[in-house]
């Protein structure tokens, strides 16, 4: 077991340093003239080349990856992820400060899609063919792939606009609150932390629909899987024959669902992965300034230490999801660690 | 007359998918009476399977049952599901067909046998353990104390079926329900599990409902019968009855079938230069752990032109192997093959390729063995675009010429696997290994995987063909009685050597080996008037076959074999020569001991 | 053995009802997104791209899906917008499927160090972020047509070399490629003629769900501006630029493209759903 672990930290490692590489190069051999976005198109040549002396392009590229690795004391390895080009500003600061406001999102929606996904898909699952179970099939295959971005504007025109139940899609809170001290940077936990229960909920009331947007989306493709695993799970020759030696139901019970875990399991951590970089449209829409806005802005402006930065960020807290999902599966499953 | 044990009234079984009811089982009333050993036979997909289970009161996901079944005066259609598991497991036990799936993969062997033995005990965690243990030595299963730290992917399917066996005769429950509880076994030990069956019905007046497509399993052991198509029952008869009148379309079809092949075989005309020369042929595998397990030992014969030989033995007996070696599918570590006198291991795979034309296979699954995208006159014809320089409309002839042989139809030439049945299918696998006119061909087990109708069918179709067209051929199987019909020499191989050889007169009339004689014991004949629990026998095999990782010192049988010595484990048995032909790997037999009971 | 029956069984077969709607539902909603895409241009009752009439109109019959704040017939520009969305999706997930296809019959047949190499790769491809990763792409490389479909192509190439491994590894130990070999067939001809054809079914399925994905893609790229530039008729570009104008009342410029991308993925899913039905029953 312990020697399984290693291996897969060992290779997370491996795939985050990949990453690191993968990311310098892909941005440089794209046909893109950075310099040139910055001092503008007509600028002199004189011009052009300082900034570009000062961007420090002109050094060769493998000079240029030893400083963004932190060859030089400073860089990927030591958590410096460089300066942004337009602002001028530390990216890791930058990435520090949105960072939070994209992972509170995404992760209560996970919360609230998995919290309705999960027993609606267990019930279908326990009454294959009933009308529950039509309907939520129809429902699974829609959700899994729509547009979120303009499911959001539909849901604030009605809940906002016609029925003024949610805020305007305006930020994490209203234009004349005061933000609570930073301190972790999630907003939920900075307000209680710092006794703004006002703020708290202010900000709750400003999270409701964009959370309630993402979870409408996340929660078809989970029906669809707990429905499936649960089916094949209960259809399964251990489970009747835990039957047919007259175990208790409870013991049943615990096993069908030790069993059904994994690929929901599975499912939730790629959709994760794709929604700490899909969240982008729909803090867009509510003007949230997450990580997604911030590599927006980046990639608008060809900043390339910040487009490094945001993806390099994402991919290693996908990886991370990743490796803690497999860890967990091994501890469910005894065949995985076999493989 | 007594009571039945239990009673089924209007019994239905539905499954409710996303598409709407499919009845499984139709509105069956069925008795059961104490002690009876009743055999249920049908096609695949009667509902046998789901009759089984719904005599548990059981459905198996996505279905629910209607109707009645009354076990004493209990009703488990309607009663709660935790009264009814009190019943489950103790009074009535089960035994499905796939042991390893049977058992919760997450879970290891003795957490699982400790929670179905407290399911219905007082027992402590401790004492459920220790029981877990001793059930698992009961079936001879080695260092159990460590075995039951074992998940289910890590046991054999044999281990597997064994452990559920002794967990479901461990409760002496008053009804077993075992749904074709030996499909996965060799013959050695289903003949124990049946022997052992029937000795727990007889002694103990336990009922037993036995779900089996083997007529032979049907006429050794069962009372009644009963014949299943379609969800409905056709046909109730004692067995005797059953076999002398069947009075039912399906049941006279199958028996027709099983009786048609008993001819004799015909002498071939003797021809004296060999087809096929194996000489000390050797293959090793490396497993886990740098450890070696021996496959095939020294495995030496020659089978002449015309003649066919049965390679004979369980699994794990290296026959396989054996086969795909004389075909270069699997390179041998030593030894050589020779065909019509040419050393074909000394060729490189693309020489060999040239001459694949002259040396073609069957094999066991002729479902998988075909391109399932392909029509099957396009698998048929690939042979010859491979090794002819035909034209098409010549080879499109050929095709319908051998189809025309093995008894294809000629207008299902479109027609994609999956549409035909598995005889239709194991046919059109034959075709394609004899449309090149090949000099030898390699019959691996192709008779196994059919149900009983198509397997007597393609018997008969292989006999044909070998008075017709004059093959020759290594017919692999683990089924004497196959061997028997369409052989004229047979190698018995155990544990990766041969242990006897020789004509399939001698054999079959005088098996010298210990191990060819308890596979003969074993053959269960189609007759409720010769049954193997009413002959005396001392030639049952004990435990399990041995790994052939960690084979013994001695013979390879010893550990098994009812006539062992201290001799028999000490010196590696050598194949001798006794009388005439016929060869055994045994000091008593080639030293002409006498076997007896010691 | 009554395992199957279920699943074998006539009625069962009979019962596909279900499906077949979804199904048909499919076939109606994607036949109308390819058809639109070749003709849509030639029923479109005006110019997509040249202002028509008054600004912000509601819905009328005249215009039928109302005008936009730039005096843009919606409907026009709701019809012809698949010359954009259905054939970039389209080619990228046919490129993607082709490319993926071959390198997993590739690295699936041959395995070894190369084959291995190629996987670890593209693991790593697949924990990017893709929309990020395509916004990257497409704005590095310039907002046309021709990258847009290869900034796809590339990020959905590494589903299409899993799938196709997977089923070739598990294809490659089935007795007919065993009996193939028996036969004389070269190990080339065994990969192409024997294990390909019956690799495709997952990647097939794929392609519509990859497609639907596409057209997601796309519309999200435009709509944060990263991706075609107006006033090219294009489905998420029409909802960036009618957004705004939702809170002044003005739903129509921004639903209907809506509905239209909504109701295309969710046609080419049901596709890609009931297609794996019919296979898995098959």
């Given at each position: 077991m312990a020697s399984y672990v290693l291996r897969r930290i060992f290779i997370g490692f491996l795939q985050a340093a990949g990453i690191t590489l993968v990311v310098f190069f892909v941005i440089r051999s794209l046909p893109a003239d950075p310099v040139a976005r910055l001092v503008g198109f007509n600028s002199t040549p004189d011009v052009y080349n300082q900034a570009k002396a000062s961007l420090g392009l002109d050094r060769t590229i493998w000079v240029q990856l030893g400083d963004f690795v932190g060859?030089?004391?400073?860089?990927v390895i030591t958590g410096d992820l460089g300066k942004s080009?337009?602002?001028?500003?530390?990216v890791t600061s930058g990435v520090a400060t949105t960072l939070p406001i994209t992972l509170q999102l995404v992760l209560l929606s996970f919360v609230v899609a998995i919290a309705i996904a999960v027993p609606i898909g267990v019930a279908t699952a326990k009454r294959p063919g009933g009308k529950l179970d039509k309907s939520v099939f129809g429902y699974g295959l829609f959700a899994g792939a729509q547009p979120e971005f303009w499911w959001a504007l539909m849901f604030i025109f009605f809940?906002?606009?016609?029925?003024?139940i949610a805020p305007a899609p305006?930020?994490?809170?209203?234009?004349?609150m005061v933000a609570p001290d930073?301190?972790?940077?999630?907003i939920l936990i900075d307000s209680l932390l710092t006794g703004r229960v006002d703020a708290f909920f202010n900000a709750l009331w400003h999270l409701w629909l964009p959370i309630m947007t993402l979870a409408f989306i996340l929660s078809g493709p989970i029906i669809k899987m707990t429905r499936q695993s649960m089916a094949r799970v209960l259809s399964s020759e251990f489970i009747l024959y835990s039957r047919a030696s007259g175990l208790s139901r409870k013991q049943i019970a615990r096993s069908t669902l030790r069993a059904s875990l994994p690929p929901i399991l599975t499912l939730t951590g790629i959709l994760f992965g794709f929604m700490l970089g899909g969240a982008v449209l729909i803090e867009q829409v509510f003007s949230l300034n997450g990580l997604g806005s911030y590599s927006i802005r980046a990639v608008l402006n060809l900043d390339y230490p910040a487009i490094q930065g945001t993806v390099l960020i994402i991919t290693i807290i996908s990886l991370i999801v990743y490796l803690i999902l497999d860890l967990v599966l091994v501890f469910i499953d005894p065949r995985v660690k076999a493989q | 007359m007594t009571e039945p044990i239990l009673e089924a009234k209007n019994l239905t079984v539905i499954y409710s998918t996303l598409d709407g009811p499919v009845v499984a089982v139709e509105d069956i009333n069925l008795e059961l009476f104490p002690g009876e050993i009743v055999g249920l036979i049908g096609e695949s997909g009667s509902g046998k399977s789901s009759l089984a289970l719904a005599l548990l009161g059981l459905a198996r996901y996505p279905g629910r049952l209607e109707g009645e079944v009354h076990f004493g005066d209990k009703?488990?259609?309607?009663?709660a599901e935790d009264d009814a598991r009190l019943l489950r497991g103790k009074e009535i036990s089960l035994i499905t067909q796939k042991p390893r799936q049977s058992?919760?993969?997450?879970?290891?062997v003795g957490t699982q046998i400790s929670r179905v033995y407290r399911a219905h005990t007082d027992a402590s965690q401790s004492e459920a353990m220790k029981h877990a243990v001793v059930l698992l030595e009961n079936v001879g299963i080695n260092d159990a104390e460590r075995r039951i730290?074992?998940?289910?992917?890590?046991?054999s399917g044999g281990m597997a079926q064994r452990a559920l066996i002794s967990m479901a005769l461990s409760s002496e429950p008053k009804l077993l329900i075992a749904d074709?509880?030996?499909?996965?076994?060799?013959v050695t030990i289903q003949a124990q599990f049946l022997d052992r069956m029937w000795r727990a019905a007889r002694d103990r007046g336990m009922t037993v409902l036995l779900v089996t497509q083997d007529l032979g399993v049907i006429a050794n052991y069962c009372d009644r019968t009963i014949i299943m198509e379609d969800g409905k029952i056709t046909s109730v008869k004692e067995t005797k009855d059953f076999f002398a009148n069947p009075d039912n379309a399906y049941g006279e079809r199958i028996l027709k079938l099983a009786r048609a092949h008993r001819t004799t075989l015909e002498a071939p005309?003797?021809?004296?230069?060999?087809?096929i020369q194996v000489k000390d042929l050797r293959k090793t595998f490396k497993v886990e752990d740098d450890k070696v397990l021996?496959?095939?030992?020294s495995i030496s014969f020659n089978i002449k032109k015309g003649r066919s030989l049965g390679l004979v033995g369980e699994s794990g007996s290296g026959k396989t192997t054996v086969g795909r070696m004389i075909l270069r599918l699997l390179e041998p570590d030593s030894g050589s093959v020779e065909l019509d006198g040419e050393n074909?291991?000394?060729?490189?795979l693309k020489e060999f390729n040239q001459l694949r034309s002259k040396i073609q296979v069957v094999f066991q699954d002729p479902f998988d063995s075909?391109?399932?995208?392909?029509p099957i006159f396009k698998s048929i014809e690939e042979p010859l675009k491979l090794h002819s320089s035909m034209s098409s409309g010549e080879r499109r002839e050929r095709v319908l010429e051998v189809m025309n042989a093995v008894g294809l139809?000629?207008?299902?030439?479109?027609?994609?696997?999956?549409?035909?049945s598995a005889g239709e299918q194991q046919r059109v696998c034959l075709a394609r290994a004899l449309v090149t006119r090949p000099e030898f061909v390699v019959l691996?087990?192709?008779?196994?995987?059919?149900?009983p109708a198509a397997r007597a069918e393609l018997i008969l179709l292989l006999k044909d063909l070998q008075t017709k067209l004059g093959l020759s051929f290594i017919f692999i199987s683990h089924d004497l009685s196959t061997v028997r019909e369409l052989c004229h020499d047979v190698a018995v191989m155990y544990l990766s050597q041969v242990v006897e050889v020789g004509t399939t007169e001698e054999i079959f009339a005088d098996p010298k080996h210990p191990y060819t004689k308890a596979l003969l014991d074993s053959?269960?004949?189609?007759d409720p008037n010769s049954r193997r629990v009413d002959k005396a026998r001392l030639t049952d095999l004990e435990g399990e076959i041995p790994s052939p990782v960690d084979?013994?010192?001695?013979?390879?049988?010893a550990g098994r074999?009812?006539?062992?010595?201290?001799r028999c484990t000490a010196e590696a048995q050598v194949l001798t020569i006794t009388n005439g032909k016929q060869s055994v790997r045994c000091w008593k037999a080639s030293e002409n001991h006498p076997f007896g009971n010691s | 053995m009554a395992k199957k029956s279920v699943k074998e069984s006539a009625v069962f077969k009979k019962a596909l009802w279900y499906h077949d709607r979804l199904l048909l539902a499919g076939v109606i909603i994607v036949s109308l997104a390819l058809f639109l895409s070749v003709f849509g241009f030639m029923i479109?009752?005006?110019?997509?791209?040249t202002p028509v009439g008054?600004?912000?109109?509601?819905?009328?019959?005249?215009?039928w899906f109302g005008t936009d704040s730039s005096g843009l017939d919606v409907f026009s520009r709701v019809i012809t917008a698949p010359r954009i969305d259905v054939v970039l999706s389209v080619s990228a997930a046919l490129l993607s499927g082709l490319f993926g296809t071959l390198i997993g019959l590739g690295t699936g047949f041959y395995e070894g160090r190369f084959s291995s190499l190629v996987m670890r790769i593209s693991d790593v491809l697949q924990a990017f972020p893709i929309f990020i990763l395509a916004m990257v792409l497409v704005a590095l490389t310039g907002r046309n047509l021709v990258n847009l479909i290869f900034a796809l192509t590339f990020l959905y190439t590494p589903i299409f070399v899993r799938l196709t491994r997977t089923e070739v590894l598990t294809q490659k130990t089935r007795t007919y490629v065993e009996a193939a070999r028996a036969t004389g067939n070269s190990e080339w001809r065994i990969a192409l003629k024997h294990v390909l054809p019956n690799s495709l079914t997952p990647s097939l399925i794929q392609l519509s769900v990859t497609v639907g994905f596409g057209i997601l893609l796309t519309a999200g790229l435009s709509f944060i501006g990263?991706?075609?530039?107006?006033?090219?008729?294009?489905w998420g570009l029409m909802i960036a630029t009618s957004a705004p104008r939702l809170i002044l009342g003005e739903w129509w410029s921004s639903l209907f493209p809506g509905i239209a991308v909504s109701l295309t993925v969710f046609g080419f899913a049901a596709l890609g759903n009931a297609l794996e039905r019919r296979v898995g029953s098959a």
């Open positions: 060859t030089d004391g400073s860089g080009w337009v602002t001028g500003s530390s809940f906002y606009f016609q029925l003024g305006l930020g994490m809170l209203d234009p004349l930073k301190i972790t940077g999630f | 009703e488990l259609v309607r009663m058992l919760n993969p997450y879970l290891n730290d074992a998940y289910p992917h890590e046991l074709e509880p030996t499909s996965g076994l060799d005309t003797m021809q004296d230069n060999d087809i021996q496959a095939v030992d074909i291991s000394e060729l490189s075909l391109n399932p995208r392909w139809d000629s207008n299902s030439v479109a027609q994609k696997p999956g549409g035909l691996d087990e192709p008779t196994s995987a059919l149900p053959v269960l004949f189609h084979l013994p010192k001695g013979c390879y049988l074999c009812p006539f062992v010595e201290s | 479109a009752p005006y110019d997509p791209g008054p600004i912000s109109q509601a819905p009328s019959s005249q215009h990263a991706g075609v530039r107006p006033p090219t008729p294009e």
